[in-house]
């Protein structure tokens, strides 16, 4: 069965803090590594990853992918309350059309 | 302009009544979905439809019956309901026929079965 597990399920930093959310996957026929943020209601996008290596960056985010050992992780630099929220990881298989979700990170930056 | 948009945003109901979500997005594209999120926040296909057709049903149980009059809409009616349907529905649409790729999530509708 497909799982993507998350961790830690939740974390509380001080606002300037550094913070790395890690996602591992066990997915048959994957195709890509999705990562979301959710504050109050919809999940907005963040990252696509496809390949191994290659670091996505915007802003104070950043994510890179290692399909050997199966896992990606989210960094967030110089943390600010505004980035407090459930960062979700989930993976695009080929040809099945839909996204597996992991449970969610639940991040809070206190002032 | 909201991309996607789902009606109503928030439902407070007894078990065994039956009810409907609505969701129309207005980004053109061929496939939307309806996901699940518990209490856990995890977050679960239901149904994929691509362009009017069904593509996914993942073992929801058949009181939930999705309608997509065209394209750009996609309801979900649900029969009977029970305590366990209490969760917020997200609908979503993406632009890729193929991989489900970049999701648009509208803002969720929370059912809430007493």
């Known amino acids: 069965e497909d799982k993507v597990v998350q961790s830690p399920l939740s974390l509380v930093v001080h606002e300037g803090d550094t913070v790395t959310l890690n996602c591992s996957y066990e997915?048959?026929?994957?195709?890509?590594l999705l990562w979301y943020k959710q504050e109050k209601k919809a999940p907005t996008f963040l990252f696509m990853l496809?390949?191994?290596?290659i670091e996505k960056k915007s802003g104070r985010l950043s994510s890179i992918l290692d399909k050997k050992e199966l896992f990606s992780i989210l960094n967030i630099t110089a943390t600010q309350t505004g980035d407090s929220a459930i960062y979700l990881c989930?993976?695009?298989?080929?040809?099945?059309?839909?996204?597996?979700f992991g449970q969610g990170t639940r991040l809070t930056i206190n002032p | 302009d909201t991309a996607v948009s789902q009606t109503p945003k928030y439902l407070v109901t007894q078990m065994g009544n039956d009810k409907s979500i609505k969701c129309e997005q207005n980004?053109?594209?061929?496939?939307m979905y309806w996901y699940k999120q518990d209490s856990k926040k995890f977050l679960k296909i239901m149904f994929s439809?691509?362009?009017?057709?069904?593509?996914i049903n993942e073992t929801v149980p058949n009181r939930f019956s999705p309608k997509s009059p065209d394209k750009a809409h996609l309801n979900l009616h649900i029969n009977s309901l029970e305590l366990g349907d209490s969760a917020v529905y997200f609908c979503?649409?993406?632009?890729?026929?193929?991989?489900?790729?970049?999701?648009?999530f509208g803002e969720g509708s929370r059912l809430t079965v007493l």
């Open positions: 979503a649409s993406s632009p890729r026929t193929g991989p489900a790729g970049e999701l648009f």
């Open positions: 997915v048959t026929n994957f195709r890509s």
């Open positions: 496809t390949s191994s290596g």
């Open positions: 989930a993976v695009d298989k080929q040809g099945a059309q839909k996204l597996v």
């Open positions: 980004l053109g594209h061929d496939t």
């Open positions: 439809y691509n362009n009017k057709e069904l593509i």
